[in-house]
Structures are given as C-alpha cells and as structure tokens.
C-alpha cells in the first residue's frame, strides 16, 4: 500500500507540473503542451459535460500517464519512478534511446535493472524533445561510479549527447546488433553475462513487447530474431551466455520452428506464446519457471496496460514495471475495447475479501497513452475489475 501511495503521489506531482499532459516533438524538436484534463475546465461545451464524475487522469484502481506519444510516457514515468524531492530519488543514469526506433528502446529496458537503474526518455533522432530535456534535467543523473561517473547511456550513434553530463554510446549498424551491444554493456556492468536470455522478433512488435517489463524487472536481456532467421549478431550473443535458458515470446508464425530448433544448438529453449498479441502477453504474465518470470496468477501485484499498436509504449513504461508496485505489461489492440481474454485474466486475479477489506491485498494499474491509446470506458472497465470484493461463501 505504501509503495502504491507513493507512486500515485508522485505522478500527480507530474500532473501538477503539467509533464504527464505533454506532447511529443514536433518535426523541429520542439514539444507541444496538451492541458490535462480538468473537471469543467471547457466550460459549457458538450465535452466538459462528458467528463463529468470520470477523472481521466486517474480512478482508485488505475493511474494514467496519459502522453499523446511515447516522448512524453517515457518522460512522465521516469518522473513518476524518480520524483527528485526527496533524498535518494535521482537515479544513477538515465539511457536515450530514438523514438522512431521500438527496437532499441525495447532492448535499452534492461538498463533499468540493476545496478544502473537507468530510465528511458526518447529523442527524436538527434534531437532531444522538450519533454524529454525537461525531464532529464529534472531526473538530474548522479552518475554511475564504477563507470567514471557516466550519467547519460546513448543508445545508437544516432541519439544526442546531452550537454554538460557524462554520456557514453551503446552501438550497432542494426536492431540484432544493438541489442548484442546492449547486453554485452549490461553485462559488463553487472559484472556477469545472465543465466536466462529473452528472445523476441525484430519483425512483429506487439509480440516482443512484453518483454521490455521483465528486462527492466529482472535485468534479463532482450535479443532479436526474425521468423526464420537467427541473426549472427544474436547468435554471438548468446554463445557469451554459455549455454543460457532462453525463453522464446511468441507463437510459431512470428517466430518459426526453425529458429527455435537453431537455438536449441546454444541452450535450453522455453517458448511462451498466446495466438494473438493479447494472449501472448498473459501468457508471459502467468509464466513461472523458478526464478524466471511474473507469475501473476493472483491478486496483488502491479499491472501495465498499452495498446499493441503503439511499440515504443513498451520502453516508455518500463521503470513502471521496476519499481513501485511492479508488474508484467499487458495489451490491447484496440482503445475502445477491453479484449474478452484480458477481462477474463482480470477477474482470475481480482481481490476478494471474506470479512474486512482493509485486510486484503490490492491490484494496481498503470496506463500508458491518451484515450486515443486507451479509452475512458475501458479505463473504467479495468478500473471495476481491479476493485477488490466480497467474497461469498456457497452454500452446501
């Protein structure tokens, strides 16, 4: 409860601020401002009305970071992780990744894991959006010692080097190679390659998205395959690994049979699919294999909502995930409907409470994007089916 207080208290600082309302770059760099909806703030036109009696901002199960794009999602929720108004609340580093690029932010989420704890804001290429300057300044990276006190992690050669703070630059000519580098960064820092290795397609982003939440959990890297094919880059990733557990997200037309039978050369494979981008991320948010995975099978836990159609959401929500109540990301494919998959996944892990709800346990949501993302009536469909609720005994 203290950590779910906290989290909420520290994105309504944002609301305050005016940051969870920002707008991504416009074409040169410059961000744009959408006001965060208030109650009767349109006066007396039709839309106000709408509004009445719905905080779309947030209701007592959900919390939206509701940026028009990832720009402005990644800033909100770096801000919400890391309020800076309090000692101890500036993280040690903080990556850069292209927003045009879902790949690299999606493999840069494991710089969120220790021990660099480092969220991510987007460029748009090699400029920084208002928002994103904004934030970092405000973030105001105390420096990872062990690594001369590097502040920003540049993730791609073409993203931009703050001015007045330390950066160094993760490379690679393609997606596959880029994640290599990525791990091979992480692992350095850590000290150590990994035992377990996701891996996910470069083709089909709504499938791998699920994987950016657990990478910035766990600290499990992320690499890339396509449907037939295992990139040499991954290939040389993964024998660094020594014969790793990996555990292959998504079904067998995104990622073949091939490519498994390939990676069984390099270690242990585990696939972990659902049919279509919804089950497949509840499938992974039920997954448990020891020390590897959510295991969300019960209530009170954390959990991410995005809409598959907006990759870089994945990245953008990350330290959301790493933090506060934690919890796996999970899907929509479309804003104004809640999928009957993922509604059924929700009641399976509603709270209930026999005698005194004040003695139960709570789920949590984050979720990422504007109504055009996520709409309000499915905001409140979700918000209803994280409500915690009587339990009534059957009779004989």
């Not at 709408?50 to 919390?63: D, M, V, Y």
């Not at 083709?203 to 990139?231: C, N, Q, W």
């Not at 995104?254 to 499938?283: K, M």
Request: with cysteine; hydrophobic share 45%.
């Amino acid at each position: 409860m203290l950590r779910r207080s906290l989290a909420l208290a520290g994105l309504l600082l944002l609301l305050l601020t005016g940051l969870a309302g920002c707008g991504g770059g416009d074409d040169d760099g410059t961000a744009q401002k959408t006001p965060t909806p208030v109650i009767g703030s349109s006066g007396d036109q039709p839309e106000a009305t709408e509004q009445l009696g719905f905080p779309a901002f947030a209701t007592k199960n959900t919390t939206r970071v509701g940026g028009a794009d990832a720009v402005a999602n990644a800033a909100a929720a770096a801000r919400a992780v890391y309020p800076g108004s309090a000692p101890n609340t500036q993280p040690p580093a903080v990556a850069v990744a292209d927003a045009g690029d879902w790949q690299s932010g999606l493999a840069a989420a494991v710089l969120m894991s220790s021990p660099l704890r480092a969220p991510l804001l987007l460029s748009d290429g090699r400029s920084l959006p208002q928002a994103s300057d904004e934030a970092l300044r405000a973030l105001a990276p105390t420096g990872v010692e062990s690594l001369g006190g590097m502040q920003v992690v540049r993730v791609g050669s073409n993203t931009p080097a703050p001015a007045g703070m330390r950066s160094t630059t993760i490379e690679g000519e393609e997606p596959a190679a880029l994640a290599a580098a990525i791990d091979r960064f992480q692992a350095s820092a850590s000290g150590r390659p990994t035992r377990n290795v996701m891996v996910v397609s470069m083709e089909d982003p709504a499938f791998a998205m699920p994987a950016a939440a657990y990478a910035a959990k766990s600290g499990t890297p992320i690499l890339f395959v396509r449907r037939d094919e295992v990139p040499g880059a991954t290939f040389a990733a993964l024998r660094s690994h020594g014969r790793p557990r990996i555990y292959l997200l998504g079904p067998v037309p995104v990622i073949s049979q091939r490519v498994e039978r390939a990676l069984r050369g390099l270690g242990t494979v585990t696939r972990i699919a659902g049919e279509d981008s919804v089950r497949n991320a509840i499938a992974f948010a039920r997954y448990s294999d020891g020390s590897f995975g959510w295991g969300v099978v019960d209530p009170g836990h954390g959990l991410v909502f995005a809409n598959d159609r907006r990759p870089a959401d994945a990245a953008a929500a990350a330290p959301l995930s790493a933090s506060g109540s934690y919890g796996p990301l999970l899907l929509l494919d479309d804003a104004a409907t809640l999928p009957l998959p993922l509604g059924e996944y929700l009641l399976d892990v509603q709270p209930g409470y026999e005698r005194d709800p004040v003695r139960g346990v709570y789920n949590h949501a984050w979720l990422i994007g504007d109504e055009t993302a996520i709409s309000l009536p499915v905001q409140s469909r979700i918000d209803s089916l994280l409500e915690i609720s009587p339990v009534r005994a059957s009779a004989p």
